[in-house]
DNA sequence: GAGCATTTGTGCGTATGTATG
DNA sequence: ACATACATACGCACAAATGCT
């Protein structure tokens, strides 16, 4: 690797009643809020800063430290230390609607429908529908976005014969939402959710934007209309490190 | 590898009126269920399999098939075919205790202090606590197993000075909750719970008895007395093999 | 799996500045 | 003016974890 000459970080005042490690601190947390270093990415070593603000290593961990206990990143033996990623709180309840949960957190949602079809139903969405495994059911492949980055990709599973223009109506509009209440589904409400993890497929992790190495949460959920019947059983994959399901009672 | 030499199955019947793939099917779940084919454990390759039954391969694999579809097993290509584990719920409500939901389905539950002590508590619990980040709280941590094998790693944080006893209870007792009651909380309730997934580390692998290469759910939540107060702010790694977090409205 | 380079984690010694009594 | 205690800063060395070959 070649050797950046670098000149020492100006406006970092020594014997100035601020101690060192704090300015540096205050310079790294000010350019982590503008954005200089993207959520989740890594930063440079410590070597690297420690010579850029002209100080010794230690002092440059103490910044790091107090960062670390803010919250603001996180370090990881033998890797490096990463920038925190904003983590979107996803709560799951009886209204749960991707856009109005986005939005709440002033993110800008977005969506786009990948595929629609007709698939076998896997076990545990026959039995969330009430169908038998391997009945043939519709489904749509959506991938949601927040601020245009990927959270989370949906495959959403109708109950057979209920919804017959349901992947028209999707083709058109990438909302699960508007798509059902075209199928006169006026409103419905999350009825059970079934969390687990495991790691994503190369498909999965390409779509989501994230490493293999790196797991994803899995949910499996069903929604009602208000009459108890189940318009949807929704299969989703949320990027681990950008979201976070709350349940509050 | 060395080449097992087996006789071919005996007891399957060629145009008895039952397909020779029901017929494996049946056997195959029959022993999974029996138990020769441990949860998660690896079954013999296809090709093994086809022998030791003396049909074709693609005659296995409609029985395959079949035992995928009704959730018994899951097949993974280029590593094999592996025997469901068995899951449990894990309820997320108002009246989480370890104890009621893991007999609720009709397994022994059981817990061990492995640790306690006093640590700087991190971002996320000091927050749900309503402490400043770095303050220093007790905590213990503890393994809980369903059916002798373990199930969840919680960390639990108490707040500082309200309970100063807290630990010499658990250490007599490894329920949290009698450990509470001792310390004067006869009845608590979860607030939220806040779910997101990660790898674990060797540590916890090890204690969870769960490869590396698998995630975690990572639970943090808020316990109150029925006052409101905080009593307990726990972060709980839950095996994602073994646990599925369900959540009713 | 062994070996190696990279990177963070930890410990010790030293020196200086600053606040307190 | 002096002693003490604490925070800050630097230098060196090695341990531990990771990733790659």
Redesign the interface.
């Known amino acids: 690797m070649v050797e950046d000459f670098v000149t020492p970080e100006p406006g970092l005042q020594r014997g100035a009643g601020l101690a060192l490690w704090r300015q540096i601190a205050a310079t790294l947390e000010g350019e982590i809020r503008a954005g200089r270093h993207a959520p989740g990415a890594r930063l440079p070593t410590e070597a690297a800063l420690s010579a850029r603000f002209g100080v010794n290593r230690h002092t440059l961990r103490r910044a790091m430290e107090e960062l670390e206990?803010?919250?603001l990143l996180r370090t990881e033996q033998g890797r490096g230390s990463f920038v925190a990623e904003d983590?979107l709180?996803y709560p799951?309840?009886?209204r749960t609607r991707f856009s109005e949960i986005i939005r709440a957190q002033n993110r800008e949602p977005a969506g786009r429908i990948l595929r629609v079809g007709e698939v076998?139903a896997?076990?545990?969405v026959a039995e969330l529908l009430g169908l038998r495994?391997?009945r043939r059911v519709a489904f749509a492949d959506r991938l949601s976005l927040a601020d245009g980055r990927p959270f989370a990709l949906g495959r959403h599973h109708f109950p057979p014969g209920r919804f017959p223009r349901i992947l028209e109506h999707l083709r058109e509009e990438p909302s699960i939402t508007r798509a059902l209440a075209l199928s006169g589904v006026p409103d419905y409400?999350?009825?059970?959710?079934?969390?687990?993890?495991?790691?994503p497929s190369p498909e999965e992790a390409a779509m989501l934007e994230q490493s293999r190495?790196?797991?994803?949460?899995l949910c499996e959920a069903l929604n009602e209309d208000l009459e108890g019947r189940p318009v949807e059983a929704v299969v989703t994959r949320y990027a681990?490190g950008r979201?976070?399901?709350?349940?509050?009672?």
């Open positions: 206990l803010r919250g983590v709180d799951l309840g009886p076998a896997e076990p545990r495994p391997g409400r999350r009825r059970i959710t079934r969390i687990t993890a495991r790691m190495a790196r797991p994803i949460l681990a979201a976070q399901l709350v349940v509050e009672s």
